[in-house]
């Protein structure tokens, strides 16, 4: 069987694995209320703590709409993962800080994410690594500088995206 190699598609296709494969090791730690951004957005947190971290930071690493990051940081707050809290020199600017509850689950998962990077980078020499990392660099570029209405077909079996 012939199948085309889409650079999306195989993208997509390696996501969904290692979500399956991280979460399913070990399940969600606390429950139903924590989420794989959160985890993402804690760890960056935690690693950053050093640093102001505003919404508009967020929004910007991560590629993520300001709707989005407001409901995630709001979300996030009430469940006690995160505090946001004004800076001195203007107080329409929230800095955003992790919790001690963050920060103990961000202790948790750095064990757990140092076996999966271990699990992902098995049997790949360092130089293929940085190579991929470039690519993923240059792609991520590409679609950080087109933000383009699809035109022509789009998604798989050339439907059209339908866009409101």
């Known amino acids: 069987m012939r199948r085309e190699r889409h650079?999306?598609?195989?993208?997509?296709?390696?996501s969904n694995l290692m979500r399956r494969n991280i979460w399913g090791q070990s399940g969600l730690p606390e429950g139903d209320e924590f989420t794989e951004m959160y985890g993402i957005l804690i760890s960056f947190l935690c690693?950053?703590?050093?640093?102001?971290?505003?919404?508009?930071?967020?929004?910007?690493?991560?590629?993520i709409r300001r709707s989005t990051a407001s409901r995630l940081l709001k979300q996030m707050e009430l469940?006690?993962?995160?505090?946001?809290l004004p800076v001195d020199r203007d107080a329409r600017?929230?800095?955003?800080?992790?919790t001690p509850k963050a920060e103990a689950l961000n202790q948790q998962a750095m064990v757990r994410?140092?076996?999966?990077?271990?699990?992902l980078?098995?049997?790949?020499?360092?130089?293929?690594?940085d190579q991929f990392m470039d690519t993923?660099?240059?792609?991520k570029a590409?679609?950080?500088?087109?933000?383009?209405?699809?035109?022509?077909?789009?998604?798989?079996?050339?439907?059209?995206?339908v866009r409101r």
């Open 93 to 98: 600017l929230k800095r955003v800080i992790p």
């Open 7 to 14: 650079i999306g598609y195989e993208i997509k296709a390696l």
């Open 142 to 161: 590409n679609l950080s500088a087109s933000r383009a209405p699809c035109e022509g077909p789009c998604g798989p079996q050339g439907a059209e995206v």
């Open 121 to 129: 980078t098995k049997g790949i020499p360092q130089a293929e690594i």
């Open 47 to 63: 690693r950053n703590r050093d640093q102001e971290i505003f919404q508009k930071t967020l929004e910007e690493v991560f590629s």
């Open 113 to 119: 994410i140092q076996n999966f990077e271990d699990l």
């Open 79 to 84: 469940e006690g993962f995160i505090q946001r």
């Open 136 to 139: 993923l660099e240059k792609i």
